[in-house]
Each structure stands twice: as structure tokens, then as C-alpha cells.
């Protein structure tokens, strides 16, 4: 049940009803007490004119008689005064409303001697009229009088007068109703609906709703209170979904972490194995180039059995090196010094490949807390990646620090990175190059130096056109 009818059914309802039977008690309460009044009004007229009628009737003396009628008259209201014998016949009367009672009627109060009232009409006329035994002053009956009163206004419109103050009444009560479910609806019931669309818009999954700040004092309470535990939920949840961000790469880093110690293991377990043959393979081509009567396309060939050799090493240096967790030597580097290092091992290819080098740095220069040495070889791999790509001839470099951590950016203008090879482009082995043109292990490792930095890196889009790479660098020494 809606709380408007609860209210009208609880308050309302019996409110008016309890009204109404005060108003019905007070109605005729007013009424028995105009009937009480003319009733004593007519007693004390017929009392104080019965003893001298009386005794003129006793003495048989008509002007007598007729001097206490006229008595009568100077009351208010009298219009009729009439004396009968005991056995109802008129003796003697003035005014109207001689016919009210019948003879039966006068007889009966002849004989009990008890006074004896009614309400009675004559036309238009509306009556209160007494019967009253007539005494001697020794007690015997000789006659009755009979006492006409003409209702006053009041007494002739009372049940009219009742039946408009109900009308008032009902008009009143009403008009209170309507007024109180106006105000209902106004101050209380449209209030209330707004907080509850709020709430179920906020419970279908809008958690950007809030309750308009206005009306009463308590509904302002009401709202703000609200609004603040909406606030403190939208932070909760803003905190629950950081929280869920981290670890999913928490969880990310821990497997890639597993999978690269994997790798370290197995190998240590192929460098270990392979070791001895590489370097007797190693030391027979040696032996082999240095004789005199090899010619030039056989010279050529063992010097590129040494170089796949020397390549195998490297891989497998870069393997133990991916797979093992190092505790990274930190001191203060400045970026500036850092990228120029960077662009002085790659200038060479930037210049055979034709490709443009632009470095944003902001000023003054920022520092950071790192290993100079892998930062370089950090930004060294991506470089060479940048250059070797197909349709690059622009490389953009740009940074930007505040107080806690520096982030940088490097864009080319390429044919970039489609959205399968961007899960997988920091994988191991991982390359979209052809095969001998590159290991797959560059990026892996300037994602494995960044991770030991305590930062992140991640691969989009370039507004240029090609692949961009975002890092992110802590300026103070974390843990990673």
C-alpha cells in the first residue's frame, strides 16, 4: 500500500470521522438545549399565570379571568392563551391555536392533574404548546389552561441549520483532504519518487546518478547524504577496478617472469650442452682459415661458419641473460646523456636506411634513478627495431617527467602493428622479420630491463601512422 492511502486510511479517514460525530453531538446537543429552553420558558409562563386563574374561576369572575389572560401576553412570543372546564369546553381564550388539543386530550390532564407539553402546527404556524391543571387554593381542579409559544427562528430552522453545518463540514473536510494529499504529493511523495528513480537508475548499473539538492530541509539532508555514499562507492569501485588493472599485470609479469625463467633453465641447459661442440667448431674453422692454400669462396665460407657460430652464442647469452632476475646497479642518469648514447650506436643505420631522428625533450633535462648502461641498450633496441621496419623514414622520440616517474615515447611512421601481433610482440622468439634477419629476443629484453626498473612498457598505435611504444620509469628507486 502506497503511503499517501496509508496515510489517509490511518490519519485522515478516522480524523473525519471523529469530527463528525462531535459535529452530529453538538447539533443536537444545540437543539435539545433550544427545546429545553422554550419548554421552561412555556413552565414558568403557565405556573405564573395558573394561581390567579384559579382562583378567578373558583370566584366566577369573568374580569379576572380575562385580566390574567391578557398577563400571559407580555411574554415574549405568546400568541395564544385559552382556559377550559374539566371537561375540555373553552371558558374563555385570546390569540391563536385554540384546536391544537382535542378534547380528550384536556380531559386527561383534567383528571391527572400533570402538566402535559407537544410541538404542534396550524398552517404555517409552528407551536410549542402546554396543558396545565388549573387549582383553587385548597388543590381542587377547576379548569385548564392551555399556553400557545410560536417557535422562534432558530428553533424552526435547526434541523435546517444542522443539515448546513454538515454541508460546511463535508466542504471543510474536503477541502483539509485535498489540501494534505497536495501537500503530500508536493513536499513528500514527488521527493520521494526522485530519490527512488535515482536509486534504481543506480541499480541498473548508472553509477553516475545523483539526487538534485533541493526542497525541504531533511529531503536536502536526504540527497546529500546520498549523493555522498554514491561518491564513496563510484571511489570504491574507481579503487576495486585499479586494483584489478594492477593485477591482471601483475599476473601478466608473473607469468611472463615464469616463462623467462623457464627459458633461463633450458637455456643453461642448451648452452651447458652445446658449449663443447660450438667451440670445437669454433676452433677447427679457426684452424681451417688459416691455411694458405684456401682459396677466396673457401675462406669466405668458414668465416661464415664462425660468424653463425658467434650469432648461436650471442642468442644463447641472450637467453641466460632473459631467463635470469638481475639486481640492477642503480645511479643517476641523466635522459639527455642517455638517448645521445642510444642515437650515436644506431646513427650508422639511421643514416644508411635514410631515416629521420627527432628527439622532444623536456627542459631542464630530467634525471632518474637507473642503470645507465641497460637504459641505453633499452632504447638502442627499439631504435634498430624503428629502423628496420618497412616504410619508416621518420622516428620520434619525447619525454615528460614530473616528481615521481618519467614517461616516454617512441613513434615511427611505418606500417606499425596489427592488433594480433601486439599480445605477442614482447614475447620471446616473436619477430615479423624473415628468417636470419633477427632473433626475436630484442624486445624481450627492453621488456625485461624495464620490468627490473620497477617500470612498464606497452605497444599502440602512432599518431604517425606506424608503432608507437609508451615506457614508464619510476624517477626514485621502487620495488619492481
Same mark, same amino acid.
Given at each position: ?25 453538538? !447539533? ?276 661464415? !661458419? ?5 650469432? !648461436? ?168
Amino acid at each position: 500500500m502506497r503511503l499517501r492511502n496509508l496515510i489517509l486510511i490511518t490519519v485522515i479517514v478516522p480524523l473525519c470521522a471523529i469530527l463528525t460525530v462531535f459535529s452530529l453531538v453538538t !447539533i443536537h446537543s444545540l437543539e435539545d438545549n433550544l427545546r429545553s429552553k422554550l419548554e421552561t420558558e412555556v413552565q414558568i409562563i403557565t405556573q405564573a399565570t395558573g394561581a390567579s386563574l384559579g382562583y378567578a374561576i373558583d370566584r366566577a369572575e369573568p374580569s379576572a379571568l380575562e385580566d390574567a389572560l391578557q398577563s400571559a401576553f407580555s411574554f415574549h412570543r405568546i400568541y395564544g392563551a385559552h382556559v377550559f372546564d374539566t371537561q375540555g369546553q373553552p371558558l374563555y381564550g385570546l390569540g391563536l391555536g385554540e384546536d391544537l388539543f382535542s378534547v380528550d386530550d384536556i380531559r386527561e390532564v383534567a383528571e391527572n392533574g400533570q402538566l402535559q407539553t407537544a410541538y404542534r402546527n396550524d398552517g404555517d404556524w409552528n407551536y410549542f404548546s402546554a396543558l396545565r391543571p388549573l387549582t383553587t387554593p385548597s388543590g381542587e381542579i377547576v379548569g385548564v389552561l392551555q399556553v400557545n409559544r410560536l417557535n422562534t427562528g432558530i428553533e424552526n430552522y435547526a434541523d435546517f441549520i444542522g443539515l448546513v453545518a454538515l454541508g460546511v463540514f463535508a466542504v471543510g473536510v474536503g477541502g483539509i483532504i485535498l489540501s494534505i494529499w497536495w501537500g503530500f504529493r508536493h513536499h513528500i511523495e514527488r521527493p520521494l519518487e526522485r530519490v527512488l528513480t535515482v536509486m534504481e537508475r543506480v541499480a541498473a548499473g548508472d553509477r553516475r546518478q545523483r539526487v538534485a539538492i533541493h526542497g525541504s530541509e531533511e529531503y536536502r539532508r536526504l540527497g546529500l547524504a546520498l549523493n555522498d555514499m554514491l561518491d564513496a562507492m563510484a571511489e570504491k569501485d574507481d579503487d576495486i577496478e585499479s586494483r584489478r588493472r594492477k593485477e591482471i599485470e601483475l599476473e601478466k609479469r608473473l607469468r611472463k617472469s615464469r616463462k623467462l625463467a623457464e627459458l633461463g633453465v633450458l637455456a643453461a641447459g642448451v648452452a651447458h650442452e652445446i658449449g663443447t661442440p660450438l667451440t670445437v667448431i669454433e676452433g677447427q674453422a679457426q684452424r681451417l682459415s688459416r691455411r694458405k692454400s684456401l682459396g677466396t669462396k673457401e675462406y669466405d665460407h668458414i668465416e661464415r !661458419i664462425r660468424g653463425e657460430v658467434s650469432r !648461436i652464442v650471442v642468442i644463447v647469452r641472450q637467453l641466460m641473460d632473459l631467463g635470469r632476475r638481475h639486481n640492477v646497479e642503480k645511479e643517476s642518469v641523466a635522459l639527455d646523456e642517455t638517448i645521445e648514447a642510444a642515437r650515436t650506436l644506431v646513427e650508422e643505420e639511421l643514416t644508411r636506411h635514410d631515416v629521420h631522428l627527432d628527439i622532444h625533450l623536456p627542459s631542464p633535462t630530467p634525471t632518474l634513478l637507473a642503470n645507465g648502461q641497460q637504459l641505453v641498450q633499452v632504447f638502442t633496441n627499439l631504435l634498430r627495431n624503428a629502423v628496420q621496419s618497412d616504410g619508416v623514414s621518420r622516428v620520434c622520440l619525447s619525454a615528460r617527467a614530473n616528481d615521481s616517474e618519467l614517461s616516454l615515447w617512441l613513434e615511427d611512421d611505418g606500417g606499425g602493428i596489427t592488433e594480433a601481433d601486439k599480445a605477442r610482440v614482447f614475447d620471446p622468439f616473436f619477430t615479423t622479420k624473415p628468417v636470419g634477419q633477427g632473433s626475436g629476443l630484442g624486445l624481450s629484453m627492453v621488456h625485461r630491463i624495464v620490468n627490473d626498473h620497477g617500470g612498464t612498457i606497452g605497444a599502440y598505435d602512432s599518431p604517425l601512422g606506424g608503432a608507437g611504444f609508451e615506457i614508464t620509469l619510476p624517477r626514485e628507486d621502487t620495488t619492481a
